[in-house]
């Protein structure tokens, strides 16, 4: 005897979503479906992953770079937004103290298989979206960190950074990035103690900072006196 689907069962089952709530879940199965298989194939192929006829999936992406954008605006633009560059900014505090929070917060972002996946996945391809997080990267926080060493280290503002200072900046940012892909993607042994690693790179970063930068215009902290 087969049983009978309760009237309660059914309506749910036949409950529609809304627009806004379809698209979310588009964007959603897209994330994961790009983060395991790449940006390969035509939308036929992505419809039938995501269990929708291709007509309902234009409806709402036209293209299938409008989904890659969308998927780019939620997973790398949104996260981002979140007070950081306020942080960075706050001189109340001590620099340190404000890089290893951010950093400890923008880890906790990045530090996803899913994440890393569609960022290689996508430099891979040679899409836009790497370009456009590199930018978002370098104005948005590289050239905000050079800017606030400078002021912890008495040097003179300027409008943008040097070519030197991005570079040195990339690499303290790089290698931070990535420790992630060796313990997400190449799940190689890592420090596990993710906040000593980013205090250890830190230190390492401001020490040198304010070494070559300081000592390139003649600038020194005064040498702390012992009193005897």
């Known amino acids: ?135 978002v990267v370098r104005d948005k926080i590289l050239t905000r960190i050079i800017r606030e060493c400078r002021h912890e280290a008495g040097l003179p503002v300027q409008s943008k950074p040097t070519a030197s200072e991005l570079e040195m900046a990339w690499v303290f940012h790089s290698g931070i990035f990535y420790y992630g892909v060796r313990k997400y993607i190449y799940e190689s042994p890592v420090l596990e103690d993710k906040e000593q690693m980013i205090s250890d790179t830190l230190d390492v970063f401001l020490a040198g900072f304010e070494r070559v930068y300081g000592a390139a215009v003649g600038l020194r902290r005064p040498p702390v006196k012992v009193v005897g």
Do not use: H
């Open 1 to 135: 005897m087969s049983k009978k689907t309760s009237p309660k069962r059914a309506r749910a089952k036949q409950k529609r979503l809304s627009p806004d709530d379809r698209r979310k879940e588009f964007v959603a199965k897209a994330t994961e479906f790009f983060s395991e298989e790449g940006f390969g194939g035509g939308t036929r192929d992505l419809a039938r992953r995501l269990g929708v006829t291709q007509p309902l999936l234009y409806r709402y992406f036209p293209s299938k770079d409008d989904l890659i954008k969308e998927v780019y605006r939620t997973v790398y633009l949104e996260p981002l937004d979140t007070g950081w560059e306020k942080l960075l900014a706050d001189r109340s505090r001590p620099i340190r103290d404000r890089l290893q929070e951010f950093y400890n917060a923008y880890t906790n972002v990045i530090f996803t298989r899913k994440w890393l996946r569609i960022y290689l996945y996508s430099g891979l391809k040679g899409l836009d979206i790497n370009r456009w997080y590199v930018g």
